[in-house]
Structure formats: C-alpha cells, structure tokens
C-alpha cells in the first residue's frame, strides 16, 4: 500500500500496519461511502 511507508526491503512492517490501521488505510484508497462490501481472498504462498 503506497499510505504505509517502509524501507523497501521490509515486508513485515507493511503488514502489521495494514493490519493494524485497515479502516483508515481503505478509506484513503476507496473514499467515504455509507457502506462497504469487503470479499476476503486467501493465496496460496509459493
């Protein structure tokens, strides 16, 4: 996500504030809406 800054090479921050601040990161991506349809998808890792 371009809102969550890291040093390029650490993954793990990333994640863990994704995580931790999901809310406000979707609104800054999508925008206000008096409702959100969310579908979760899982990936296998290779």
């Known amino acids: 996500m371009r809102y969550t800054p890291a040093d390029g090479s650490n993954k793990t921050k990333k ?3 994704i995580k931790m601040e999901f ?10 809406r008096l409702s959100y ?9 290779k």
Request: a positive charge; zero cysteines.
């Open 37 to 45: 349809k969310v579908k979760y998808k899982t990936t296998r890792m």
């Open 15 to 17: 994640d863990r504030q």
């Open 23 to 32: 809310g406000i990161l979707y609104f800054y991506k999508f925008g206000a």
